[in-house]
């Protein structure tokens, strides 16, 4: 398995992408910030907005004032509300819808698609009906093979990147090739993009920081500082490493971008929605008044109940996921999550790192200390 980022150069993408024609399904934040990179690297962006008074706005005023406001967008950005229009002649198909309409919007988007276009996941939830990540749920809708699939993921915090702040992310598919097409797709001056072929390690952990980052909120609204973060999100990158090692992803990928790197941005930024909606958890307001409050896509509550689901099939154990779930579920207090980090077991335990947290390394650590051999 190919683990290593490596950077596509940016410089000259602009040529590149002359004439390379790409849609972007959905028009909230992401989608319309992701748009504004594929037109500034150069590619012939149409946008697909549900609502038809958005594709309008960005149409006409080169402005989406609810998502993105005060930014103005490329004057070549095309937006429409009809799915043919966005989809004819599209050889790469940007997805930045909600993950739980996912399926509905693909299924809707089946009749128009080129049998040869590749589809780009840049969601990051799982779908929770099912646990499917998002690739999967593509492949389970649409019949496609792997090779047109691909997931972008990083430190994208949308109203940053909108402002043209420099970042960077992953394109990821299982063909090295496609990975290098839509990196080339998306690399603009201010946004580097990298490859890797390991798509379930960039997916997951675009979905797992977002539990974190709740965590972190939630500890926030608490009134709890920097020590309780900063063990929060070591701990945090180990469970979500040991999850997604469990669950075929190569360990360095989530020490990258798509892992570490995001990891930091939505534990940090006061601008991530997993971040807000934790800290107004911890402030004691219910689930429902969080929700209500949210104008946007907070996917990491959508996602804790799947991801545990998927961690009990598979023998993880997540204790600061669970603990959020606990805290969402009303069956612990918020000022709790942090306390409960390292206080379960009857041995001190080994701090295991980088998905070294697997049971079998706990247990020789048992068996060493009650002296039987490793
Ligand atoms: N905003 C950000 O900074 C980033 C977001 N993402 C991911 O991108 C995905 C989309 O998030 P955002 O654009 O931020 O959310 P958002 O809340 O800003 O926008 C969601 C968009 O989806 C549309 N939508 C809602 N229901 C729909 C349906 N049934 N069919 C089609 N469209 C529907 C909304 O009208 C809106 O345009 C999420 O998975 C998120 O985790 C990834 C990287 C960065
Ligand atoms: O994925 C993101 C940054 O990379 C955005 O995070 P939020 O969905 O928490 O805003």
């Given at each position: 398995?190919?683990?290593?980022?490596?950077?596509?150069?940016?410089?000259?993408?602009?040529?590149?992408?002359?004439?390379?024609?790409?849609?972007?399904?959905?028009?909230?934040?992401?989608?319309?910030?992701?748009?504004?990179?594929?037109?500034?690297?150069?590619?012939?962006?149409?946008?697909?907005?549900?609502?038809?008074?958005?594709?309008?706005?960005?149409?006409?005023?080169?402005?989406?004032?609810?998502?993105?406001?005060?930014?103005?967008?490329?004057?070549?950005?095309?937006?429409?509300?009809?799915?043919?229009?966005?989809?004819?002649?599209?050889?790469?198909?940007?997805?930045?819808?909600?993950?739980?309409?996912?399926?509905?919007?693909?299924?809707?988007?089946?009749?128009?698609?080129?049998?040869?276009?590749?589809?780009?996941?840049?969601?990051?939830?799982?779908?929770?009906?099912?646990?499917?990540?998002?690739?999967?749920?593509?492949?389970?809708?649409?019949?496609?093979?792997?090779?047109?699939?691909?997931?972008?993921?990083?430190?994208?915090?949308?109203?940053?990147?909108?402002?043209?702040?420099?970042?960077?992310?992953?394109?990821?598919?299982?063909?090295?090739?496609?990975?290098?097409?839509?990196?080339?797709?998306?690399?603009?001056?201010?946004?580097?993009?990298?490859?890797?072929?390991?798509?379930?390690?960039?997916?997951?952990?675009?979905?797992?920081?977002?539990?974190?980052?709740?965590?972190?909120?939630?500890?926030?609204?608490?009134?709890?500082?920097?020590?309780?973060?900063?063990?929060?999100?070591?701990?945090?990158?180990?469970?979500?490493?040991?999850?997604?090692?469990?669950?075929?992803?190569?360990?360095?990928?989530?020490?990258?971008?798509?892992?570490?790197?995001?990891?930091?941005?939505?534990?940090?930024?006061?601008?991530?929605?997993?971040?807000?909606?934790?800290?107004?958890i911890?402030?004691?307001?219910?689930q429902?008044?969080?929700?209500?409050?949210?104008?946007?896509?907070?996917?990491?509550?959508?996602?804790v109940?799947?991801?545990?689901?998927?961690?009990?099939?598979?023998?993880?154990?997540?204790?600061?996921?669970e603990q959020v779930q606990m805290v969402l579920s009303g069956t612990m207090a918020p000022?709790h999550l942090?306390?409960h980090?390292?206080?379960?077991?009857?041995?001190?335990?080994?701090?295991?790192?980088?998905?070294?947290?697997?049971?079998?390394?706990?247990?020789?650590?048992?068996?060493?200390?009650?002296?039987?051999?490793?």
């Amino acid at each position: 398995m190919t683990t290593r980022s490596n950077p596509v150069v940016t410089s000259g993408s602009g040529a590149r992408n002359r004439g390379r024609k790409v849609a972007v399904i959905g028009s909230g934040s992401w989608g319309t910030t992701f748009a504004k990179v594929l037109s500034d690297a150069g590619c012939d962006v149409t946008m697909w907005a549900r609502r038809p008074e958005v594709a309008n706005e960005i149409q006409v005023a080169r402005r989406n004032s609810q998502y993105l406001p005060g930014i103005n967008l490329p004057k070549n950005l095309k937006a429409t509300g009809d799915l043919a229009v966005a989809l004819t002649g599209a050889q790469l198909v940007f997805l930045a819808v909600p993950s739980q309409t996912l399926r509905q919007n693909l299924l809707d988007l089946e009749p128009y698609l080129d049998r040869r276009s590749v589809l780009v996941s840049l969601v990051k939830g799982v779908e929770k009906t099912t646990t499917m990540r998002m690739s999967e749920v593509i492949t389970d809708t649409l019949d496609i093979g792997p090779e047109r699939i691909g997931v972008v993921s990083g430190p994208n915090i949308a109203l940053e990147i909108a402002k043209e702040q420099p970042t960077g992310a992953v394109a990821s598919c299982v063909d090295l090739h496609v990975a290098q097409e839509i990196a080339t797709a998306c690399s603009a001056p201010y946004f580097r993009s990298y490859v890797n072929t390991d798509v379930i390690g960039t997916e997951l952990g675009g979905v797992l920081k977002n539990l974190i980052a709740l965590a972190i909120g939630i500890v926030d609204g608490v009134g709890y500082g920097e020590n309780t973060k900063a063990a929060i999100i070591t701990r945090g990158l180990a469970e979500m490493t040991e999850f997604a090692v469990a669950s075929g992803a190569d360990p360095a990928t989530l020490s990258g971008l798509a892992g570490l790197g995001d990891l930091i941005a939505t534990c940090q930024s006061p601008l991530s929605r997993n971040n807000t909606a934790g800290r107004l958890i911890g402030q004691g307001y219910s689930q429902e008044e969080t929700r209500e409050q949210m104008q946007q896509t907070a996917e990491g509550i959508t996602s804790v109940p799947p991801v545990l689901e998927l961690a009990r099939e598979r023998g993880i154990v997540m204790p600061i996921v669970e603990q959020v779930q606990m805290v969402l579920s009303g069956t612990m207090a918020p000022k709790h999550l942090g306390p409960h980090l390292a206080t379960e077991d009857d041995v001190p335990r080994p701090e295991l790192t980088l998905g070294g947290a697997h049971p079998s390394r706990w247990q020789r650590f048992l068996n060493r200390m009650k002296g039987h051999p490793a």
